[in-house]
C-alpha cells in the first residue's frame, strides 16, 4: 500500500465536520503524539527503558492513529501523503548534505 493509498482509505473514515477541517486532524494529531509520548515515558519509568512486547504493539496502534490524523490533516491542506514525505525527505536530504542535521531552526 502506498501512502497516497492509505490516505485514499483513511478519508472514507472521516466523520469531522467540513466547519472543522484542518483544525479537527491537527488537534488529533497532537493528542496522539501525546499518546505515543506517553507510552515512551511509561516504558522509561516502569521498564526501565525495555520495550515488552504488549507496550510495542500499543505503540504501533498510536502510531497508526497518529498517521491516519496526518493523513487527514495532509488531505485539509490540499496535500497529498505522499508529497509530504517526499518533500520531508528532500528536506532532510539537502540537510544532510550541507551538514546540518542537527541543530536548532526551521530554515537550516
Known sequence: MTLDEY?????KTALYPEAYR???????????AGEVANKVKKIL???????????????????????WYAALLARDLGASLEAVARAN?????????RGVLGGEGDKR
Do not use: C, F
Not at 22 to 32: D, F, M, N, R, V
Open 45 to 67: 519509568r516502569d521498564h526501565g527503558g525495555n520495550l515488552p512486547p504488549a507496550l510495542r504493539e500499543a505503540l504501533l496502534d498510536e502510531l497508526g492513529d497518529v498517521l
Open 7 to 11: 490516505q485514499k482509505e483513511a478519508e
Open 89 to 97: 525527505l528532500a528536506k532532510l536530504a539537502s540537510r544532510q548534505a
Open 22 to 32: 484542518t483544525l479537527y486532524p491537527a488537534l488529533g494529531l497532537a493528542g496522539e
